[in-house]
């Protein structure tokens, strides 16, 4: 790309001159290279260069989608997908010209294009988010794509790429998704139980077919979203039928044969803890013995352990202490090892050390007499992990832990120092948590904090002086 900056001002009002050229073939190929150069038009062709560059790019686009040949449909809308999502929020002005298009797009396309065109929906509801939610941009995209998507049959190939669309959709509309969110959760439900209901007749019966069971995957991705678009109001929606998603969630979290479902099945758990907890406790021995084997300290299937840790996390937050003492030791004899071990992948290796923090702060007796085993890696780990509310929680659960037990972060004190600076935006209540901490680790140090702290690069040292008041 370097190499060819200089010459993009002239090229690519070129290539979108070829947008209209006689050739279909040509008119294909202008799109997929123009597309190449988004994300210079967008960022890096200059300040206040957008109308110049971007706008004619994305107008070019638009009006090519509707080609009447086939391949030029697909170039263009392929085009158009990896252009919104190079440009992100910088999609929100033209939300309207956008989403014209696209709908006009659905009476055009066929089979094959309308698969790229749920992906080009989808990526749109990711760029702009919640800018999306307005009535008006509502009452243009959801008639069409809902009534599509209950139209389907479920074994229809689109399921796929359209649930995805959908799910996107829900994540960007929050509560306004409600009008929707039943009929939407209620087939969900139908289509993972009977999916795994003729799963398990194949098993039993050579003479029954293997169901897709990525049927089930986007099922269960979709009511994830819809339950984090709905919050705490979504709790009505999984009370109905006496809790059964909760039931097949427990089937997906230990089918064995496609780990991909389990993937789903603990996102999809950590997201009800958040939101839905009441209705999780009275099974929660049942989930936690599910739960806690998945946790594999040789991370065989990295995305399932991994949501399966996060999950953890989550549960703890909203179980508390009492409820899950039983399971403390349990989880660190698989955690610590996960965390300590240097070839885990950094994601794994950051939910591993939030979820041990925030067993810290639900249980701090039980975790912090292992503070020493394992303080330097977890700050190690999240030093470099962006400031955010799971983060917040699980340096909440360490300090929490420091209180209980100082002398387990003696050791790993100088990467607890560097960790804390590493903070930019920490909120009032979490500053103040590092206050004190650093205080009472003086205090208590006495005559020989100035010699821990000497030990320190004398700019670190300084910015723990003003930062902390230490």
């Not at 839905?276 to 399932?304: A, K, T, Y």
């Amino acid at each position: 790309m370097t190499g060819m900056q200089p010459h993009l001002p002239s090229l690519l009002p070129y290539l979108i001159q070829w947008f209209k050229h006689e050739k279909a073939l040509v008119r294909s190929i202008a799109c997929w290279s123009a597309s190449r150069y988004g994300k210079w038009a967008i960022y890096e062709s200059g300040p206040n260069m957008l109308a110049v560059y971007f706008e004619p790019l994305l107008a070019g686009l638009l009006e090519t989608m509707m080609d009447k040949n086939k391949r030029v449909q697909e170039a263009a809308c392929s085009a158009f997908a990896t252009l919104e999502e190079e440009a992100g929020p910088y999609m929100v002005p033209y939300i309207q010209p956008v989403l014209e298009t696209l709908m006009r797009a659905f009476s055009l396309y066929q089979r094959k294009n309308l698969i790229i065109l749920y992906d080009a929906v989808g990526t749109l509801a990711e760029a702009v988010g919640s800018e999306l939610n307005r009535p008006h941009f509502i009452q243009m995209l959801m008639p069409e794509v809902i009534d599509r998507w209950e139209d389907l049959p479920t074994d229809d190939h689109h399921m796929f790429p359209l649930s995805e669309c959908l799910s996107a959709i829900a994540l960007a509309l929050g509560t306004s998704f409600a009008p929707y969110a039943q009929t939407a959760y209620e087939r969900c439900v139908q289509i993972v139980g009977e999916t795994l209901q003729i799963c398990q007749l194949s098993h039993n019966d050579s003479g029954v077919e293997m169901p897709d069971m990525d049927l089930v995957i986007v099922a269960l991705d979709f009511i994830s979203a819809i339950v984090q678009a709905l919050g705490d109001n979504s709790q009505p929606l999984i009370a109905n039928h006496n809790g059964v998603v909760l039931q097949l969630i427990g089937l997906c979290m230990i089918f064995e044969s496609v780990p991909e479902v389990r993937q789903s099945a603990f996102a999809l758990l950590g997201d009800l803890a958040m939101h839905c907890f009441p209705l999780l406790l009275p099974q929660l021995e049942g989930i936690m013995q599910q739960l806690i084997p998945q946790i594999d300290r040789n991370f065989m299937h990295i995305n399932v352990c991994n949501n399966a840790t996060w999950s953890v996390g989550e549960i703890a937050l909203q179980a508390g202490q009492e409820s899950m003492k039983t399971y403390i030791n349990p989880l660190l004899e698989r955690l610590v090892p996960m965390l300590n071990n240097p070839n885990t992948p950094l994601t794994l290796a950051e939910n591993a050390a939030i979820t041990i923090g925030r067993l810290g702060v639900v249980c701090p007796a039980m975790v912090a007499p292992n503070l020493e085993v394992f303080a330097e890696r977890w700050c190690m780990v999240l030093s470099s992990v962006k400031d955010n509310d799971e983060k917040s929680s699980a340096f909440q659960g360490m300090m929490t832990m420091i209180g209980t037990n100082p002398q387990g972060i003696s050791k790993a004190f100088l990467y607890f120092c560097q960790a804390a600076l590493n903070w930019q935006t920490p909120d009032t209540y979490l500053m103040n948590m590092f206050v004190q901490t650093f205080a009472g680790l003086k205090q208590l140090a006495g005559d020989e904090w100035e010699a821990s702290m000497s030990m320190l690069d004398p700019q670190v040292r300084q910015l723990i002086k003003d930062r902390f008041n230490a």
